[in-house]
């Protein structure tokens, strides 16, 4: 199956799924390897697949088996550059819990770098989006639409 990502006018549209990944009070993030900023782990969403099943497709690739979906917490609409590129990003970020040990990814291709995080040191981690930190420090209970533009 097909990533949805589309290049549309100046920017490049994707539909993509995102977790929150908990052990404690530790938080799993990811960076592009080179790169000081770290992301939620997921990954876009393929035609045909709908955002929970994309959602545990990807983490099982990337950190391979051992965790809980529990439930969608937020839709990011997302506006940002990366590398002379516009995008428009539709996330639907879910929260999980890890039970797992180690992190081992289940494809060959993954290249990211994960790292855990106490809730404490997050105020120091250059996150993007950025205003995700708040609902990972304060989860509610309601879905909730967060709109982030970056660019403009």
Known sequence: MTDISLDMNEYRVNLRVAAIVRRGDEVLLCR?????????????IKVNEDSLTAVRRELTEEIG???????????VENFFNLDDRRF????????????????TATVEDVTEVFGWFSLAELSDVVLKPDLIKQ????????????????NG
């Open 32 to 44: 592009p390897p080179g790169h000081d900023w770290w992301f939620l782990p997921g990954g876009r």
């Open 65 to 75: 088996p051992g965790f809980e979906v529990r439930k969608p917490t937020a839709v």
């Open 88 to 103: 428009h990003e539709i996330c639907t970020v879910y929260e999980v819990t890890w039970h797992g040990a180690a992190i």
């Open 135 to 150: 609902r990972i420090l304060n989860p509610r209970a309601e879905l909730e639409l967060i709109v982030n533009r970056e």
